[in-house]
C-alpha cells in the first residue's frame, strides 16, 4: 500500500472522530444550558476549550453566547476543527484513498458529507440543533458501520483504526483534562449539586452516562469516572481502551509487514501507564498525567507517520 | 419536426416509426408511462451523486464538482453496424501505431512523401526524445478513445483518433451500472453486450507489454494522476480501483536503482507499467517542461532503459494532432495496404493559401478548431456564431493559419433525450475504447455517447453542457 494511502485512511478516520466528539460535546453543552441556564457560560467556555478551539473563538467573538458557540463549533469555514471543516477533510481524504475503500464505506462517507453540508448550509438555530446534531450522529455511525461491515481486515483497516483511536484518546484526555479541577477532592466542592452536573456532563460529553452507571450503579464518584474514563478497557472512549486497540493495530502490521517498527516500543510504553491504579494517578497528579498523555499521543501519530511513510 | 428533419434520428424514422435497433426498446418505451420515466431520471442523477462520479470544471469556482448529465434513453447500435465501425477502428489503429513506429524510426512515410516533413519537424507533439526508442510490446497507443459521428444510415465519420490519455472510459462503465440497477426488466427483454469487463482487459492489456526489467509473477500497473483537482482524478481513481493498481502521484514516486519506484508503507516499490494520465509535457521535468511539478524527473531516460512501460508511450500526439488528422486516409494505407473503412471529415489546413481563402470566404458555414485545442476549447461553430465572433476568429485565424483547420458543419445524427414534454431529438457523437497490447486490438462493444442537451446545438462536449448516455451495442 501507498504511504500516502495509509496516512489518508489515518486521517479520515481521524477527521470523521474529530466531528463525532465535537458534535457530542456540543450535545453535552447544550444539555447544560438548558438545564441550569447560570452555568451556561462557563459551560460554553470549557467546551470551546476542550474542543482546542479558544483562541480562534476569541479571535472571532466576545462572548460565549449559546448559539455563538455552536455555529462556531459546527459550522464556522474560519474554524479548520468544525464539524463541517472536519467532514470535508475525512471526504477529501476519502477521495484521496478511494482505491483502498469499499464502495460501500466511499458511498457512506460521500453521503455523509452530502447531509452534513445540507444541514449545516444555514446557521444553525436552538431550534434545528437536535436534528443538526442528530444527522451528524447517524451518518458517522454509517461510515463506521459499513467499515466493520465490508472492509477487509487487513493494513487497510488497521491504519483507519489507528486514527479513530488516535483522535478518540486524545478527545477523552482533553475532556478530563478541562474538568480535572472538578474530579479532584476538594473540600468545598464534594456533594454539591454543581458537581453532579460536571460529573455527569463528563460522561455525556463522551456517550457513557448509561454504560457508566450500569457498571457503576448509581453511584457516581469523581474517583469512579476517573478510573472509567481513563483506565477501564470495557470502556470503547476510554483512554486505556484507544491505547490498547493502537497496540492492536500496530501488532497485526508487524504481522502483515514482519517488521517491528518503533512506533510498537512507543505504543507498549504508553499502554504499560494504564495498569496503575487510579488512586496512583489522583497522587502523582491527574492534570500531570493527562498533559503527559496527549503529548504522547501526539507523538506516537508522529512515530506512526514516520514509521509508514505517510509524507515520504 | 421540419427542423429536425434533415438530421438522421437513429431512433426514429421519418415516418416516425422506431427503426430495427430500437424497435424492441420502443414497443417497452410505448408501455411506459412518462411521469415515471422522468422520476427515474432524477433517481440517475441520486445515485451519481452518491458514488461521486462527478467532474471538476476548470475556471469555475463556485461548482467545483460537477455532475455530467445523464439521459435515461439508450443510445442503441445493432450488431451490423458495430462489426463495421470494430473493423474500421482496428484498422485505423494499427495503422497508427505503425505510424508512430515508423515516424520515430525510419520515417519511411516523409521518405514516401505522403505526409510533409515540415508537419512533423515543426510539431510540438512530435518528441525528438522518442526517435529510436521501442516501447516494450512494440505499442504506442495501449488506450485509444476514437470519436465518431454519423450523418446517415450508413455514414460514420472519425472526428478525432484521441491517442493520448483519452478519457470518459469511467461514465461508458458507471452509465451502464446506472442502466442495470434502473432498468433491469430491459435487459431481460434486449440482447446488449457488456462493457463490464473492460477494466479487466485494461489491466492484462497494460500487463502484456511489462518492460524488460519486469522480472516477478505478475507486473506491478499503478495509475498516475494530476492529483485530486484535475478534472478526470474521478476517473484515475475508478480505472486504479477496478483494476486493482496502485493510484499515484509524482509525489509517491522516486527513481532508485534505475527503477521508477513508490513509496509504500513498506518502502519503496518498483513499478512495472505506469498508465500516465497526464500529459507529455508534464511527465518528466528533467526532459520536457521544467516547471513541471506533477511528473517525475528522470523517468524518460529510465523508459528509454526498459525500467517500466509508459501508457500511452510518450509522444503519441503526433498521430492525433488535427493538422495530421487530413492525412490519416494516406496512412491507414500507408500502412495497411487497405483504403479505410472509416471516412474521415473532409478538413482544410489553413496553413495552405488556397484553403485559408477558401476558409475565410466561408467561414459562416463551417466549424474551425484549434490544431492542438480539445474539449471544444477555442472553437468556432459558423452556422451558430454571431457577426461579432466570427469577425474575431477571423483576425485570430488571419494572425496564426497553420494554428487552425476547418470542416464543414457536419448534420450530426440524433437521437431522443428525455425532456419534460416527452422525447426530443439532440445531436450526439461517440466514443468507443480501444486498448491494445502486442498482438492484439480490443474494442469494448459500446463507449462514451456525449449528447448535446441544448435543442439544435451540435457541441456535445461535457465542459460545453453536454450530457451522456448509456451505449448499448446489441448481440446478434
Known sequence: MLGKTAGGLFWMFRYLERAEN??????????????????????????????????????????????????????DPDNGSSVMSAVNAARSNARLVRTALSSEVWEAVNECWMAIKAVLARPVTERNLPEVLSVIRTRSAVVRGALHGTMLRNEIYNFCRMGTFLERSDNTARILDVKYYVLLPSASYVGSSMDNAQWENILRSVSAERSFSWLHGGETTPQGIAQFL???RRVPRSMAFCCWKTREQLAHLEGEYGTRQPSQDFADTMCQRFDQPITTIFDQGLHEFLKASIRDIAALAQQIEQDFRFYG | MDKQSRFYDEMFDSAGQARQPYSRYNDWFQTEDIRHLRRKSGEAEAFFRRIGITFNVYGQQEADERLIPFDVVPRIISAREW????????????????????????????????????????????????????????????????????????????????????????YMLENRETMLQMFPELFTRLKVRPVSSYPQNLRRSLSDCAPPAFNGDKPEVAVLTPGIHN??????????????????????????????????????????????????????????????????????????????????????????????????????????????????????????????????????????????????????????????????????????????????????????????????????????????????????????????????????????????????????
Open chain 1, 22 to 75: 465535537i458534535a457530542r460535546l456540543v450535545e453535552a453543552g447544550w444539555r447544560i444550558a438548558l438545564t441550569r441556564s447560570g452555568d451556561a457560560e462557563n459551560e460554553w467556555k470549557s467546551v470551546v476549550t476542550t474542543a482546542g478551539m479558544r483562541a480562534g473563538y476569541l479571535a472571532k467573538h466576545d462572548d460565549y453566547e449559546a448559539v455563538r458557540v455552536i455555529n462556531y463549533l459546527l459550522r
Open chain 1, 230 to 232: 481513563i483506565l477501564d
Open chain 2, 83 to 170: 462489426t463495421r465501425l470494430e473493423e474500421g477502428i482496428a484498422q485505423r489503429v494499427r495503422a497508427i501505431n505503425a505510424f508512430l513506429h515508423d515516424i520515430y524510426h525510419r520515417q519511411e512515410i516523409l521518405r514516401a512523401g505522403r505526409v510533409p516533413v515540415e508537419l512533423i519537424a515543426r510539431n510540438e507533439a512530435f518528441l525528438p526524445q522518442m526517435i529510436g526508442v521501442n516501447p516494450p510490446g512494440g505499442v504506442y497507443t495501449h488506450i485509444v478513445g476514437t470519436d465518431l459521428v454519423r450523418t446517415d444510415e450508413n455514414e460514420f465519420f472519425v472526428l478525432e483518433d484521441n491517442a493520448r490519455t483519452p478519457s470518459g472510459v469511467s
Open chain 2, 231 to 476: 478534472s478526470a482524478y474521478f476517473e484515475h481513481a475508478f480505472l486504479a480501483d477496478q483494476m486493482g493498481a496502485e493510484l499515484v502521484e509524482s509525489h509517491d514516486l522516486r527513481i532508485e536503482n534505475g527503477r521508477v519506484c513508490m513509496r509504500t508503507t513498506r518502502g519503496y516499490k518498483p513499478i512495472d507499467v505506469l498508465y500516465r494520465r497526464i500529459d507529455d509535457d508534464y511527465l518528466d521535468p528533467l526532459n520536457f517542461n521544467p516547471n513541471s511539478l506533477l511528473g517525475v524527473p528522470g523517468i524518460m531516460d529510465v523508459y528509454r532503459a526498459g525500467g517500466i512501460t509508459l501508457a500511452n508511450a510518450p509522444g503519441t500526439g503526433i498521430a492525433d494532432d488535427k493538422a495530421l488528422y487530413s492525412y490519416m486516409p494516406d496512412i491507414v494505407e500507408f500502412y495497411t495496404g487497405e483504403k479505410a473503412i472509416l471516412k474521415n471529415v473532409p478538413t482544410w489546413r489553413c496553413s495552405e493559401p488556397d484553403s485559408l481563402k477558401y476558409v475565410l470566404d466561408h467561414l459562416a458555414e463551417l466549424v474551425v478548431k484549434e490544431v492542438h485545442g480539445s474539449g471544444g476549447y477555442g472553437m468556432l461553430v459558423g452556422p451558430a456564431a454571431s457577426k461579432r465572433e466570427l469577425a474575431r476568429f477571423e483576425k485570430k485565424l488571419r494572425a496564426r493559419p497553420a494554428n487552425y483547420i476547418a470542416q464543414p458543419t457536419l448534420a450530426l445524427s440524433t437521437v431522443p433525450i428525455m425532456t419534460k414534454r416527452g422525447l426530443a431529438p439532440r445531436h450526439v457523437d461517440l466514443r468507443p475504447f480501444v486498448l491494445v497490447s502486442p498482438n492484439k486490438v480490443q474494442i469494448t462493444p459500446g463507449g462514451l455517447t456525449r449528447v448535446a442537451l441544448k435543442e439544435g446545438s451540435l457541441v456535445v462536449n461535457s465542459s460545453q453542457g453536454g450530457g451522456t448516455k448509456d451505449t448499448w451495442v446489441l448481440g446478434d
